[in-house]
């Protein structure tokens, strides 16, 4: 079998977490140096993929929908969101390491099927956590893929998207009838009592990694 070749280097701002961006023939990988496992795998996306549709679901019958969905990673969260939304749609990616933005323009981008080229995306190269304290009623749909869930693992400053200060900036940046979508690796019933706590109804759905029905179970949270 071949092996992995490393492609790319990136620094995570604030930091000094290192991240690989990895190729196998038609594979890649993205890791954390020092860290044995995978971040990310473009085999494994399933769990990416029903973060975008079941929150698309909740708002197909908006017009000219805005979603904002924070974490660009390999694409696969806002392909599937582009294909679920009509074409007045506007998708907004925030990406916090301006390395990946690149990764996803150049040879990273064929796992996805480019989705950056759709003129319906647009990319915010900076924190998802200030985009949201700046946008007060902006978006029909939040859609949060950072770091490993409500238990970081990167970036030790993730943990405010999933506190209640952190919760509260992504409702009050919704617009009426809007949700907000969280993917974790895992469940964590204290985080869906916290969305709770705030007002939002919230229910938490478990999805497979890998389509179809296989790979690790992971957690989607839809709260509204």
């Known amino acids: ?95 916090l390491v301006p390395e990946v933005v690149e990764w996803n323009r150049g040879p990273l981008g064929s796992a996805a099927g480019h989705p950056l080229s759709d003129p319906r995306a647009r990319v915010h190269v900076g924190d998802v956590g200030e985009l949201l304290k700046a946008s007060a009623g902006a978006w029909d749909a939040i859609l949060l893929d950072v770091d490993n869930g409500p238990e970081g693992l990167t970036r030790k400053e993730n943990d405010w998207l999933y506190s209640i200060p952190g919760l509260t900036a992504a409702q009050a940046a919704l617009r009426p009838d809007g949700l907000v979508a969280y993917w974790s690796a895992g469940q964590d019933p204290a985080f869906t009592e916290r969305l709770r706590k705030i007002g939002f109804a919230a229910e938490a759905i478990t999805v497979r990694a890998h389509r179809p029905g296989k790979g690790a179970r992971h957690v989607i949270w839809l709260a509204w």
Not at 4 to 12: D, L, P, S, V, Y
Not at 48 to 58: G, H, P, V
Not at 77 to 84: F, G, N, P, Y
């Open 1 to 95: 079998m071949a092996r992995f070749n490393q492609i790319g280097t990136a620094k995570i701002p604030g930091q000094g977490t290192e991240l690989r961006l990895l190729q196998r023939n038609d594979e890649f990988s993205i890791r954390i140096v020092g860290d044995t496992g995978e971040l990310m795998n473009s085999r494994l996306h399933g769990s990416e993929d029903a973060l975008a549709t079941l929150a698309c679901q909740r708002i197909a019958d908006i017009a000219r929908p805005r979603i904002l969905i924070g974490g660009l990673g390999m694409g696969f969260t806002l392909a599937a969101a582009l294909q679920a939304v009509d074409d007045d749609a506007e998708v907004t990616v925030a990406e």
